[in-house]
């Protein structure tokens, strides 16, 4: 069992940059996957970026280059930090994990995770 807790989003103005921070908790000994998915009004769930428990990270490419996912895996939690954010980066930004799910062939999809946070609100405006 694993729970998320991610930190609280915000506003930024197009060109600027966000940090979000996502904690789990968990009595298993390795989260093996923890990554970032985000979901804008009318739209479906997306893969952001993933990073494995060796480090191993995937992005997509809608934000590879402005976006670099991070882990502490000794205090299990998984940062992402957003630059150069754009309008369309506004979206409720979700936490996921899996203990046994790797990153091996790319952006895993979204049934690759057991574990899900609330949600944060990121907003981007022009």
């Known amino acids: 069992q694993v729970q998320l807790v991610e930190s609280a989003g915000g506003s930024v103005r197009a060109g600027g940059s966000m940090r979000l921070s996502c904690a789990g908790s968990?009595?298993?000994?390795?989260?093996?996957?923890m990554g970032w998915f985000r979901q804008a009004p009318g739209k479906e769930r997306e893969g952001v970026a993933a990073?494995?428990?060796?480090?191993?990270?995937a992005y997509a490419g809608s934000v590879k280059g402005r976006f670099t996912i991070s882990r502490d895996n000794a205090k299990n939690i998984v940062y992402l930090q957003m630059n150069s954010l754009q309008p369309e980066d506004t979206a409720m930004y979700y936490c996921?994990?899996?203990?046994?799910?790797?990153?091996?062939?790319?952006?895993?999809?979204?049934?690759?995770?057991?574990?899900w946070g609330q949600g944060t609100q990121v907003t981007v405006s022009s």
């Open positions: 990073i494995d428990s060796d480090g191993t990270t």
């Open positions: 996921a994990a899996d203990l046994k799910s790797r990153v091996i062939y790319g952006l895993p999809d979204k049934i690759r995770y057991t574990y």
């Open positions: 968990t009595t298993a000994s390795t989260i093996h996957l």
